[in-house]
Nanobody, 121 residues
Framework: QVQLVESGGGLVQPGGSLRLSCAIS????????MGWYRQGPGKQRELVAG???????NYLDFVKGRFTISRDNAKNTVYLQMDSLKPEDTAVYYC???????????????WGQGTQVTVSS
């Protein structure tokens, strides 16, 4: 049973910082791409940042230069450092990961339960 557990969300003032973490537990044979998505009030879920197994990254234009995604393969954990936060960044943030549980299993995408980030004065 694979589980993704996010942490690090909360309330922060505009211009502040937060660091989200997402730890993956369970049986993992191969961990591929990982990413962070968000869903704001009344909005569709969107990709915020992604990182491949080789470390290549991509970002939503709105967060470029403010957010940094990273991963620790030894800990099966992905991080999202969020700086210079804006009220428009308020959303529920979800992590996801593409992985295989055994050598003969198909690759699947798993999701965390989400963590609330609120940027407000």
């Amino acid at each position: 049973q694979v589980q993704l557990v996010e942490s690090g969300g909360g309330l922060v003032q505009p211009g502040g910082s937060l660091r989200l973490s997402c730890a993956i537990s369970g049986t993992i044979f191969r961990l591929s791409a990982m990413g962070w998505y968000r869903q704001g009030p009344g909005k569709q879920r969107e990709l915020v940042a992604g990182i491949t197994s080789g470390g290549s990254t991509n970002y939503l234009d709105f967060v470029k230069g403010r957010f940094t995604i990273s991963r620790d393969n030894a800990k099966n954990t992905v991080y999202l450092q969020m700086d210079s936060l804006k009220p428009e960044d308020t959303a529920v943030y979800y992590c996801n990961a593409e992985l295989r549980t055994t050598p003969w299993a198909l690759s699947r995408v798993y999701w965390g339960q989400g963590t609330q980030v609120t940027v407000s004065s």
